[in-house]
């Protein structure tokens, strides 16, 4: 779980809070919250004053940071929190979530956080079964077709909640992943053979 009062690396390119409209000065303490409603994910990057009312909520994730000097180093992932974020998108239905949680999907699986099992049809639909190690539950993922304008399209909703761009080798072309499904036990064993890869 994301513990809320670690620092996460997702430095916010937002100026201002998203409740106030208050200039967030570099150093100051800003709470970030991502919200996962219907019409789909949302960010928002809080002053101090506006993220004291920010709780525990069941249908978002939080975390504080302080705001990035101006020009300071460029904005990175952290994975640890891609996952918690994984998890969050896998629990909605509508399209837009399909969209996100499969090519988060593909990314964790890129970067050995989740081992890919294969690919099969569930109620008339394609999915991808993933599990975060040896001995973990299997993971459902949608497995929406998604175009080369659908994954520019999703990719860049990605990079505005991550506040932070994916590096070009953790992103999959459109359906790279099907490649996997030919043989899925050499994509496993190639995950175990990793000895960074989580058990």
Partial sequence: MVNPNDAWKIPSREEVCSGCSLA???G???TVRLSFGEEGP???????SCGEAVGNEADGIFWKRAQPQQGNTRPVVDYV??????????ERE?????????????VLIRKRHLRLKGFAARDGREVM????GAGQPELVVPAPFLSAEDMADTREMLTQLLAADLPEGD??????AEAADASPAD???EVEADPESPA
Avoid: H, K
């Fill in 81 to 90: 929190f891609l996952q918690e974020m994984f998890g969050r998108l896998l």
């Fill in 42 to 48: 949302q960010r928002e990057d809080l002053c101090a």
């Fill in 187 to 189: 994509a496993d064993s």
């Fill in 129 to 132: 079964m993933v599990n975060r």
């Fill in 28 to 30: 100051c303490a800003v």
């Fill in 94 to 106: 509508e399209e837009v979530y399909r969209r996100l949680s499969y090519l988060v999907g593909l």
């Fill in 171 to 176: 992103l999959p072309e459109p359906r790279e």
């Fill in 24 to 26: 967030l000065e570099p």
